[in-house]
């Protein structure tokens, strides 16, 4: 491999630019001996008591007074918090003490008084100590594996607290590999003590970079973009880097870990929400620095203020929660009031800032509001119809230190309402926030607003996978109408009070279209495809669903159908506010309306909230398969595993795009979401998007990328079904064993790794396929046959060759939609289990799984044995490394044609005999005295070739065992340095002993040297 593409070439080309933008670097053993020679300790305490002491001081009696150094080792103490409660339990206390720092009693004349020391000196970069270092050893929690420690790559520390993470990857291993690697690291039993104290995880191969933060799943880590910055960024790294090109590492890392910025993301941009802790995406940074910039111009009294549109998904709470705190921190008896138009949004905006630990409060009435403002509470959340009754009491706040929050701006920017809230706070500063595009028209008027701060649009969404792929098909349920007449007296009476003008109005011809679409038979058909369709692609896997009707009775109708005629966990969710069509007022109607509906929440003590707040968290726990909804949960409603939204509704604009948007958040697993359209909201989507009426209010360019047509992807699924034909004919031969050719074909590497893109891509486009109705529609029998063939046996050659070369792939991720894409276009009569873990040779399992290799069951043992080799090689080298070089002679005499297959596969098998301690021949060799002590056995394997008395050999490898064992007695002796010079020691004096009874040739310092490092880890390994 070319040194530019090695991970020790990346590794010091990350050093490098540290070193450069102001690091110092510590080398393993500097940074060990830091650490007190102890991979146990994760702080180095000399380097941040030494910068504690440089900028911690307190006033008393107008003078600096330097704290104790008692308190200052008491404050490092302090800092590293047990884990007792959990590692991000601690994180979280560790974050706080080091963004707020902690109180101590110093002495001072005859009183003690408290004062606050801090780790960090947020206001003065020059008084902090940056450090880095490499493969940072840190001793893990579960002492019983064979591995006792892990190696992070590179670790970045601030004063000495390990800060930054970074694990790295050759430019051939994908940057997932990384991902999972940081990932394992955090886990019970691994090294969560150094995970604790972290802030930036970075991940990254040559290619591609990622950050993230403590605790984040794989799925939500992210990638920078620098936006505005870019061109600066790399102007300043062309200055200190002269010898190389600059790459997106070089500018991700920068953006991130320049001192100054890194300082302000650990400040103000890393947050917890509830349990989960986040860190900033770029699009929210530098939408809150534009804003904090932009509020900081004042003209005639009055601050700048404008309009943030960040696409529905991208973190907008999150974003006014961050903001919300800097501007309570930076600008000081500052208000800030967050206003909505929905009381579920209002909740849901309160939920968000409590679970980011701000002091928020909620009112919960007009009058309610009066107070909080009179009080002079710093943040509040409220609807924008209390502000009806502050107007109505003549209360007005001319203060420019007032900051209006406005939730889904374009509902709430303007109107009546609008104007009575700025006529109560005149001079404060407006900023709204959207989660969709504005219209044409809005856009002229929000520049009276201080115009656009910053625009995260829905294909910037997509392009950063913040949001997944939404594809479209239109489905129209076909119902016959039989009796015109009875259709017609049923509108009549409907319409009985209404003028004829009013009969006339296209709101009236509304009712009939819905009375059709409320029609029982409609509704029964409806379900049915709903329910085949949910069966087909849903049922089995990790996802669900949500349906939009147009009433509350026929939501309540739906889940009386789906109850009734279908096996699925139905639930429906409706406001018991006044009806909000004319459907629901027809007197039947109602009555059914209320009587289901207290039905439903009367099994939570009529507690209506208590009934929607269980049944949305059954829904987002995978409890419930379809969520039937109305208005309610069809905004802001943030549910990932939400994967098909089936829209009977009428929809458009705004309220479309924020329907839609329920089922684009990521997830584990998920890489698209489906909006299946029973209404014809969008016809067969061949148009621009806003071509349709529906979204003929926006500009294109605003809408791009919101929504695809699911036809589109029958295309580019024949299109991958012919380059997988490509690259591997042989699928297509009529060959009885074609399966062993392709197999066999696939031997390196590279090839097997493009076989396996391929199919992925291949499976990906089927399983995204598989949910339109027209996709068997658009082939004949012969084009399915041949699809099916070629992914049954796609199947089995991956597995067949996973096996054959030992390869642990990651597909854990698919895992549950592979199966249910295998029983769903190739049937379960087969009972085929399509992802197999790959089985430990030692496993009872591995014969019977490689049973279906037929000539390639030697190729599987042998590279099965190999990974083993390599796992264990420090428990016994002599061993192993034997062991090693008969593998390579076997399989050197099977391809010079010395021997055949049938002796090919005889002798691998003797090597697994051998590799699980079953071989006779083998065993039969070692006395009795050491034949079943791992330790002794591994002693005396690497010691024969200095002492050649057989007696003298066995009694000095019983003699190094029993040292070993002796000593793992003690509570963490493998990790005692005392203990482990101690038998070292006894050893060398034996060898000495032994030179001495002429019993062993005399042996140079640095042969002993080894020789004992070799003992050590072989008793390690047995021991600890």
């Not at 940074?285 to 601050?303: P, Q």
């Not at 995978?622 to 969520?627: M, N, S, V």
């Not at 066999?744 to 090839?751: F, H, M, T």
Request: glycine residues 4%; aromatic residues 10%.
């Amino acid at each position: 491999m070319p040194k530019e593409y090695s991970e020790r070439f990346l590794q010091d080309k990350v050093i490098e630019l540290f070193k450069n933008i102001g690091y110092k670097y510590l080398s393993p053993e500097d940074a060990f001996k830091e650490r007190g020679s102890d991979n146990g300790n994760i702080i180095l305490k000399n380097i941040l008591e030494n910068q504690m002491n440089k900028f911690n001081y307190f006033i008393y009696n107008d003078k600096k007074q330097k704290f104790s150094e008692e308190n200052i080792k008491r404050a490092i103490d302090d800092l590293d918090v047990p884990l007792i409660n959990g590692y991000l339990t601690a994180n979280e206390k560790i974050t706080e003490k080091i963004l707020k720092g902690e109180s101590y009693k110093e002495k001072v004349g005859n009183k003690s008084e408290s004062f606050n020391i801090h780790y960090i000196d947020f206001n003065n970069i020059e008084n902090n100590a940056f450090h880095i270092t490499e493969e940072f050893e840190v001793k893990r929690q579960n002492t019983e594996e064979k591995e006792k420690t892990r190696r992070p790559d590179l670790v970045v520390f601030i004063n000495g607290i390990p800060l930054g993470i970074i694990e790295l990857k050759k430019a051939s291993v994908s940057i997932d590999n990384a991902i999972e690697q940081m990932r394992i690291n955090q886990k019970d039993g691994e090294i969560r003590q150094l995970f604790k104290f972290s802030q930036l995880l970075l991940c990254a191969n040559d290619e591609t970079i990622k950050y993230a933060t403590a605790g984040t799943n794989k799925k939500f880590y992210s990638v920078w973009h620098n936006k505005e910055d870019d061109g600066k960024i790399k102007e300043k790294l062309n200055e200190i880097i002269t010898d190389r090109k600059i790459d997106e590492i070089d500018i991700t890392l920068y953006s991130l870990f320049e001192k100054e910025r890194f300082l302000d993301i650990l400040e103000y941009f890393i947050i917890f929400d509830g349990k989960d802790k986040k860190v900033a995406r770029y699009n929210q940074y530098f939408a809150i620095k534009k804003t904090i910039k932009r509020i900081n111009n004042i003209k005639n009294g009055k601050r700048d203020g404008g309009v943030i549109w960040h696409t529905q998904g991208s973190g907008k709470s999150l974003t006014m929660s961050m903001l919300t705190k800097i501007i309570s921190k930076k600008i000081k008896c500052s208000k800030v009031i967050v206003v909505t138009d929905r009381i579920d949004l209002d909740e849901q905006i309160h939920k968000t800032f409590q679970n980011t630990s701000i002091s928020v409060n909620k009112a919960n009435s007009g009058k309610h509001l009066i107070n909080l403002i009179k009080n002079n509470k710093s943040i509040i959340t409220t609807v924008i119809n209390k502000f009806e009754k502050v107007f109505e009491e003549k209360i007005k706040i001319d203060s420019p230190d007032i900051f209006v929050l406005v939730d889904e701006s374009h509902r709430t920017q303007y109107g009546d309402l609008a104007n009575k809230m700025r006529k109560v706070f005149p001079n404060a500063c407006y900023i709204g926030f959207t989660g969709t595009p504005l219209y044409k028209a809005e856009k002229s008027t929000a520049k009276k607003f201080g115009g656009f701060i910053d625009c995260y649009t829905i294909r910037d969404g997509l392009r950063d996978k913040v949001i997944v792929p939404l594809y479209y098909e239109s489905r129209l349920i076909n119902l016959k109408i039989l009796d015109e007449d009875a259709l017609d007296e049923r509108y009549e009476l409907i319409t009985k009070d209404f003028t004829e003008e009013q009969k006339s109005d296209l709101q009236n011809k509304r009712v009939k279209e819905n009375t059709i679409n409320q029609n029982y038979n409609r509704l029964i058909k409806l379900a049915c495809d709903i329910a085949k369709h949910y069966e087909k692609n849903l049922k089995g896997t990790n996802f669900n669903s949500m349906l939009a009707v147009s009433s509350k009775f026929q939501a309540l109708k739906m889940k009386e159908i789906f109850d009734e005629y279908h096996n699925l966990e139905t639930e429906a969710v409706i406001s018991s506010e006044a009806p909000e069509s004319e459907e629901d007022e027809i007197t039947e109607n109602k009555k059914y309306v209320s009587k289901k509906w207290k039905e439903l929440y009367g099994k939570y003590t009529n507690d209506e909230r208590k009934y929607t707040d269980e049944i949305i968290k059954k829904f987002k726990d995978g409890k419930i398969d379809i969520l039937i909804v109305v208005d309610k949960l069809l905004t802001g409603f943030d549910a990932p595993k939400a994967q098909v939204l089936y829209m009977d509704k009428e929809l458009k604009d705004h309220a479309l795009l924020q329907a839609i948007a329920r089922v684009n958040r990521t997830y584990e697993g998920k890489d698209f979401g489906i909006l299946i359209d029973y209404r014809g909201l969008l016809k067969n989507l061949d148009l621009a998007l806003n071509k349709y009426d529906k979204l003929a209010n926006y500009d294109s360019e605003d809408i791009d990328g919101a929504v695809f047509n699911l036809k589109e992807k029958i295309e580019e699924f024949k299109k991958s079904y012919n380059e997988l034909i490509e690259f591997l004919p042989e699928l297509k031969s009529n060959k009885t064993d074609k399966l062993s050719i392709c197999r066999d074909l696939l031997s390196e590497k590279e090839n097997r790794e493009k076989f396996y893109n391929l199919f992925a891509k291949y499976s990906k486009l089927l399983n995204i396929c598989q949910f339109s109705e027209s996709f068997l529609e658009s082939f004949t029998e012969e084009e399915i046959k041949s699809y099916k063939e070629l992914f049954k046996l796609c199947i089995d050659l991956r597995k067949s060759l996973r096996l054959k070369h030992n390869e642990a792939i990651d597909f854990k991720e698919y895992e549950s939609k592979m199966q249910k894409l295998y029983d769903t276009f190739i049937g379960t009569e087969t009972k085929v289990k399509v992802l197999n873990e790959i089985p430990n040779i030692f496993s009872q399992d591995f014969e019977k799984e490689i049973e279906c290799l037929g000539d390639a069951k030697a190729d599987a043992i042998l590279n099965a044995a190999n990974d083993m080799i390599k796992e264990k090689m420090e428990e016994n080298p002599a061993f192993y490394e034997k062991l090693s070089e008969k593998i390579k002679r076997i399989i050197k005499d099977y391809e010079s044609k010395r021997i055949s297959k049938e002796i090919f596969l005889k002798e691998a098998m003797k090597i697994k005999l051998e590799l699980c301690g079953e071989s006779y021949e083998e065993n039969i060799k070692y006395d009795e005295k050491i034949r079943d002590n791992k330790c002794a056995r591994a002693v005396y394997d690497n010691t024969e070739k200095y002492i050649k008395d057989k007696e003298t050999l066995i009694k000095f490898s019983l003699f190094v065992d029993e040292l070993f064992k002796s000593k793992s007695n003690k509570p963490d002796w493998q990790n005692s340095s005392d203990i482990i010079i101690c038998i070292e020691n006894d050893i060398d004096d034996k060898l000495r002993d032994l030179e001495e009874e002429s019993k062993i040739e005399k042996l140079d310092n640095e042969t002993v040297m080894d020789f004992l490092r070799i003992l050590r880890k072989i008793g390690l390994n047995a021991y600890s």
